[in-house]
């Protein structure tokens, strides 16, 4: 069965640069979640959205930003890197408003920042 | 205080013996109880899904949930080494789209 794809799997950045996450659901799921997980901790939520518009928001810094597009996939941008935004970013989806149908993980983006 | 509480082990049982896990909460107000696997540096693969209170099997696994006493329960029975990873549960309300999860039990079946 197609699974969630994310792009790319590892990305090495510089402090202050930018980087673009991409996520493609599972066909058919319209509802689209970006976590992120630090070294040893549990997923943190970011950011959500249903049918291309934001439907919740976690602790997603202000120097993040993201968006489903028409084909519902997701990109994540980051900009003004920072070293501690080195991390697993997940992204997951699921099919129906509101949330209430299980959600599944892709395999992640690990993103170094030095 | 986090809203989820999870033992993060580590666990370590022999191959066969039935693994116990579970986590507590606060928030009265998740109405979705889920499990997930992940192994190391991979993304998390749901294991089970339930709504509200009850219990659900699917295979060797067995999840329990009990909101009077805000508690959850993962059981994984005949357990294999290819059992070992990092087990974790999550939560939400419903109608939310944000998913709480706890720290994680980092389990280890020993063959």
């Known amino acids: 069965a197609a699974g969630v794809i994310q792009s790319p799997r590892h990305l090495i950045k510089e402090k202050r640069e930018t980087a673009t996450l991409k996520c493609y659901p599972i066909?058919?799921?319209?509802?689209v979640y970006w976590y992120q997980q630090g070294p040893g901790q549990d997923p943190q939520f970011l950011i959500s959205?249903?049918?291309?518009?934001?439907?919740d928001k976690g602790s997603i810094p202000d120097r993040f930003s993201a968006q489903q597009f028409s084909d519902y996939h997701s990109e994540l941008n980051m900009s003004s890197l920072e070293l501690g935004d080195s991390a697993l970013y997940f992204c997951?989806?699921?099919?129906?408003?509101?949330?209430?149908?299980?959600?599944?993980f892709g395999q992640g983006t690990r993103l170094t920042v030095v | 205080q986090k809203e989820v509480e999870q033992d993060p082990g580590p666990l370590s049982v022999p191959e066969g013996a039935i693994v116990s896990l579970n986590c507590t909460y606060s928030?009265?107000?998740?109405?979705?109880f889920m499990w997930y696997r992940q192994y190391s540096r991979k993304g998390p693969e749901l294991l089970m899904y339930?709504?509200?209170?009850g219990n659900k099997e699917d295979g060797r696994f067995t999840a329990q949930v009990d909101k009077s006493s805000k508690y959850i329960s993962l059981f994984i029975r005949d357990s294999q080494p290819s059992d070992s990873a990092t087990y974790l549960c999550?939560?939400?309300?419903?109608?939310?789209?944000?998913?709480?999860f706890g720290a994680g039990t980092t389990v280890t079946v020993r063959a």
């Open positions: 997951a989806s699921s099919q129906g408003r509101r949330g209430n149908t299980e959600a599944f």
């Open positions: 066909p058919r799921h319209d509802t």
């Open positions: 959205f249903y049918e291309k518009m934001q439907s």
């Open positions: 928030n009265s107000a998740f109405q979705y």
């Open positions: 339930t709504y509200s209170s």
């Open positions: 999550a939560m939400k309300r419903s109608n939310d789209y944000k998913l709480s």
